[in-house]
């Protein structure tokens, strides 16, 4: 889905927006067509319908906003350690495999697996102020050797550079940052 669409658009808005527009289509249809042709008017806002009701469902199980404050100020006072036994933790409730990879010029911190489908994380930076190019790239790498499909770059307290961006979404990586960092951890089975 394209991220400028009106669906796109009002599935990131509160709920309740996707409501108000179909409020509108309805008045507009009783307003502006002939009453035989109302409930066929009134039926074009049925996609918007179902796209509120997804928004709905989305925004009502996400965490509290304060919930995820204090998870990403809970973030910034761990160590590696808690860091990532909390990251593996909250992908093994996620279903999937989580195996830790050693050693320092790895790429990667994690190999997930999941119905045979193999992600790698990179998470050891997740307390830098700004991400730049070359961890992703060192994560790229680690990618092609493993031939693993997928790639995760955890960023959750730091900004990610333009280019870092275009480099991971060019190459397959997905990049957590600050609020998808804290909704993860803080996500029930």
């Known amino acids: 889905m394209a991220e400028k669409s009106l669906f796109a658009m009002l599935l990131r808005s509160p709920w309740w927006i996707s409501f108000v527009v179909v409020g509108l289509i309805v008045l507009a249809a009783g307003a502006l067509l002939p009453k035989e042709y109302f409930v066929v008017g009134a039926l074009a806002g049925f996609p ?22 204090e998870m990403l100020e809970a973030v910034a006072s761990m160590p590696w350690r808690s860091f990532a036994d ?10 999937y495999s989580v195996e830790r990879i050693n050693g320092n010029n790895a790429g990667a911190d994690m ?46 307290l730091g900004q990610v550079s333009d280019n870092a961006q275009a480099f991971a979404r060019e ?15 803080l996500r029930q089975p």
């Open 111 to 156: 190999r997930l697996t999941q119905g045979g489908k193999t992600t790698l994380v990179s998470a050891k930076r997740w307390k830098a102020a700004t991400h730049g190019v070359e961890p992703l790239r060192e994560l790229h790498a680690a990618m092609l050797a493993s031939e693993a499909p997928a790639g995760v770059y955890v960023a959750a």
């Open 86 to 95: 909390t990251l593996a933790s909250a992908w093994a409730r996620a279903g």
């Open 171 to 185: 190459h397959g990586i997905v990049v957590l940052q600050g609020d998808a960092v804290a909704q993860l951890l």
């Open 48 to 69: 918007i319908f179902v796209v509120g009701c997804i928004a709905a469902w989305k925004q009502l199980r996400a965490p509290n906003p304060a919930r995820v404050a």
